[in-house]
Nanobody, 125 residues
Framework: VQLQACGGGLAQAGGSLRLSCAVS????????MAWFRQAPGKEREFVAGIRWSSGRTAYSDSVKGRFTISREYALNILYLQMNSLKPEDTAVYSC???????????????????WGQGTLVTVSS
């Protein structure tokens, strides 16, 4: 499984960006996918996750109501729509995939088996 993320860049506070993550290779519907981020000097943190088959989602409290995770089921593309951006959203964002039949959307990065390269999001004040 290969994950390819793109869409990062520079935005002003209050602005919007959309990240995409293309998934290729051996793929099964019983996966959860997620976006994580890592700011300089901080640990990687869970941002949002989605159960691929059902579309069920989960969000961290810090982005709930501002970010939306979604997927294009037929094209195997994961998205993260980021609105009302804040300077504290500045980080490298990475997409990740976890194959699990339990229906979980883990928020721990150790649970995820496959990772895309990060894409930098910078939000200026």
């Amino acid at each position: 499984v290969q994950l390819q993320a793109c869409g990062g860049g520079l935005a002003q506070a209050g602005g919007s960006l959309r990240l995409s993550c293309a998934v290729s290779g051996r793929f099964f519907s019983y996966i959860s996918m997620a976006w994580f981020r890592q700011a300089p000097g901080k640990e990687r943190e869970f941002v949002a996750g989605i159960r691929w088959s059902s579309g069920r989602t989960a969000y961290s409290d810090s982005v709930k109501g501002r970010f939306t995770i979604s997927r294009e089921y037929a094209l195997n593309i994961l998205y993260l729509q980021m609105n009302s951006l804040k300077p504290e959203d500045t980080a490298v964002y990475s997409c990740a995939a976890d194959f699990n039949r339990a229906g979980e959307i883990p928020n721990m990065n150790l649970k995820y088996d496959y990772w895309g390269q990060g894409t930098l999001v910078t939000v200026s004040s």
